[in-house]
């Protein structure tokens, strides 16, 4: 069951670099002067590609980023080719998304990625340090056809065995809930399907216990699977019919926001205006019920959403931004420019200080968002692809407005 606060109202849009915005409900939105994260920022690439991951691909200690068609090498991110990626439609390239994990247990880190339309799923195999060194492309392998309209791919370990199966987040309402378990054979590292429920899938997906019994269930666009808590991949998943949203993000966040201790729900309209938190309630039922509480509607397309401590004061931030360009510009906002923030969560006022980390500099957002400390100085770093390019956005620290300095 959800419940919706009462409709509020258009608020004025500030942007100013090295401020907060605190995100106000039925009145406008007012500035608020206080510490801010600042970022050194670096253009790596210039493409529609959309999807990014980091790992040390090298084996040099350094962590690297990977996007689409490169991998770029710490410390500089130098381009280093990764694989050939074709592009379709008007400016897309059929990558959904990156993600690392050593397929055939060489001890090279490997790339796992499919594509919107496409029903395959391939690895791409690192070549090792000879091959690294000669700048050599990577060899595809299939994992599988997987015969569904995936929009997103999850690494996700639903088992228990350390080993994370490939969780499908399929664009079709009507679609089950699939996951793929990784196996070894003869002819290589293939994946083996396993249906978690038939109750319905679509456009946006999330992780995480929203019952409380120490076990990730899976959210998605038509409510949310239970997670059986035994022999996850065998058994069909309770589904809870909480809610059905439009076109949620991919992913979207599961986090106790209240301190309650029951996780509450961040949840982005991909393709339109709306970013939202939906409360857990305390039925004393079986089931659950949400209120839903609105974040920020200034931008469009918040198709990705990620948490993290951006601020290195032991709290999880919210960050995300504007995908461009999302159905080739058709959707509401779709070619207004590209921006990243990310929101810090006031517990006294139960609401998000919005923080501006780049507006209108061709940094936006796409499948993904990816935190990891880049150049070893204990703060996080932003990796982040878009149709507006792929950055990395070095964490300068904390930064005192005036105001906050008095």
Same mark, same amino acid.
């Given at each position: 069951?959800?419940?919706?606060?009462?409709?509020?109202? /258009?608020?004025?849009?500030?942007?100013?670099?090295?401020?907060?915005?605190?995100?106000?409900?039925?009145?406008?939105? *007012?500035?608020?002067?206080?510490?801010?994260?600042?970022?050194?920022?670096?253009?790596?690439?210039?493409?529609?590609?959309?999807?990014?991951?980091?790992?040390?691909?090298?084996?040099? !200690?350094?962590?690297?980023?990977?996007?689409?068609?490169?991998?770029?090498?710490?410390?500089?991110f130098a381009a280093r080719?990764?694989?050939?990626?074709?592009?379709?439609?008007?400016?897309?390239?059929k990558n959904n998304g990156?993600?690392?994990?050593?397929?055939?247990?060489?001890?090279?880190?490997?790339?796992?990625?499919?594509?919107?339309? !496409? +029903?395959?799923?391939?690895?791409?195999?690192?070549?090792?340090?000879?091959?690294?060194?000669?700048?050599? %492309?990577?060899?595809?392998?299939?994992?599988?056809?997987?015969?569904?309209?995936?929009?997103?791919?999850?690494?996700?370990?639903?088992?228990?065995?350390?080993?994370?199966?490939?969780?499908?987040?399929?664009?079709?309402?009507?679609?089950?809930?699939? /996951?793929?378990?990784?196996?070894?054979?003869?002819?290589?590292?293939?994946?083996?399907?396993?249906?978690?429920?038939?109750?319905?899938?679509?456009?946006?997906?999330?992780? !995480?216990?929203?019952?409380?019994?120490?076990?990730?269930?899976?959210?998605?666009? *038509?409510?949310?699977?239970?997670?059986?808590?035994?022999?996850?991949?065998?058994? +069909?998943?309770?589904?809870?019919?909480?809610?059905?949203?439009?076109?949620?993000?991919?992913?979207?966040?599961?986090?106790?926001?209240?301190?309650?201790?029951?996780?509450?729900?961040?949840?982005?309209? @991909?393709?339109?205006?709306?970013?939202?938190?939906? +409360?857990?309630?305390?039925?004393?039922?079986?089931?659950?019920?949400?209120?839903?509480?609105?974040?920020?509607?200034?931008?469009?397309?918040?198709?990705?959403?990620?948490?993290?401590?951006?601020? @290195?004061?032991? /709290?999880?931030?919210?960050?995300?931004?504007?995908? *461009?360009? @999302?159905?080739?510009?058709?959707?509401?906002?779709?070619?207004?420019?590209?921006?990243?923030?990310?929101?810090?969560?006031?517990?006294?006022?139960?609401?998000?200080?919005?923080?501006?980390?780049?507006?209108?500099? !061709?940094?936006?957002? @796409?499948?993904?968002? %990816?935190t990891a400390d880049l150049?070893?100085?204990?703060?996080?770093?932003?990796?982040?692809?878009?149709?507006?390019?792929?950055? *990395?956005?070095?964490?300068?620290?904390?930064?005192?407005?005036?105001? /906050?300095?008095?």
């Amino acid at each position: 069951m959800l419940l919706k606060t009462t409709p509020l109202k /258009a608020f004025a849009i500030v942007c100013l670099v090295g401020y907060t915005l605190s995100i106000a409900t039925g009145a406008d939105a *007012v500035a608020a002067e206080q510490p801010t994260v600042t970022f050194k920022k670096i253009p790596l690439a210039v493409s529609p590609n959309e999807g990014c991951a980091v790992a040390d691909i090298d084996r040099d !200690g350094k962590l690297d980023v990977i996007a689409g068609r490169n991998w770029f090498a710490a410390p500089d991110f130098a381009a280093r080719p990764l694989r050939n990626i074709e592009e379709f439609g008007e400016d897309y390239l059929k990558n959904n998304g990156d993600h690392v994990y050593d397929v055939n247990g060489d001890g090279w880190v490997d790339v796992i990625s499919g594509d919107w339309h !496409g +029903e395959e799923i391939f690895w791409y195999e690192n070549p090792g340090k000879v091959g690294l060194t000669k700048g050599l %492309r990577w060899k595809p392998h299939l994992l599988k056809k997987t015969r569904s309209r995936n929009e997103a791919y999850f690494l996700q370990d639903l088992d228990g065995d350390d080993v994370p199966e490939i969780v499908v987040d399929c664009w079709e309402t009507e679609a089950p809930l699939v /996951a793929w378990k990784l196996i070894p054979s003869e002819e290589g590292p293939t994946l083996e399907q396993h249906v978690l429920g038939n109750n319905g899938c679509g456009h946006g997906m999330a992780f !995480g216990d929203v019952n409380g019994d120490g076990h990730d269930d899976i959210l998605t666009l *038509v409510g949310w699977y239970e997670h059986p808590g035994s022999d996850p991949l065998s058994k +069909e998943w309770k589904h809870h019919a909480s809610w059905n949203r439009p076109h949620g993000s991919c992913p979207f966040l599961v986090v106790d926001l209240t301190g309650d201790g029951r996780n509450d729900v961040i949840w982005g309209n @991909g393709h339109d205006y709306g970013l939202y938190w939906l +409360e857990q309630l305390n039925t004393g039922e079986d089931d659950t019920a949400w209120k839903e509480h609105l974040i920020d509607r200034s931008y469009s397309q918040t198709h990705c959403l990620h948490w993290a401590d951006i601020d @290195g004061d032991g /709290a999880g931030e919210l960050i995300t931004g504007k995908r *461009v360009r @999302g159905h080739a510009g058709r959707d509401p906002g779709g070619v207004e420019p590209e921006c990243l923030y990310y929101y810090e969560w006031d517990q006294a006022s139960q609401k998000f200080d919005r923080h501006l980390i780049s507006a209108g500099e !061709g940094i936006g957002t @796409g499948m993904q968002i %990816r935190t990891a400390d880049l150049n070893d100085d204990g703060q996080l770093d932003i990796a982040v692809s878009g149709k507006s390019g792929t950055w *990395v956005l070095l964490n300068r620290g904390v930064e005192k407005s005036p105001a /906050a300095g008095k």
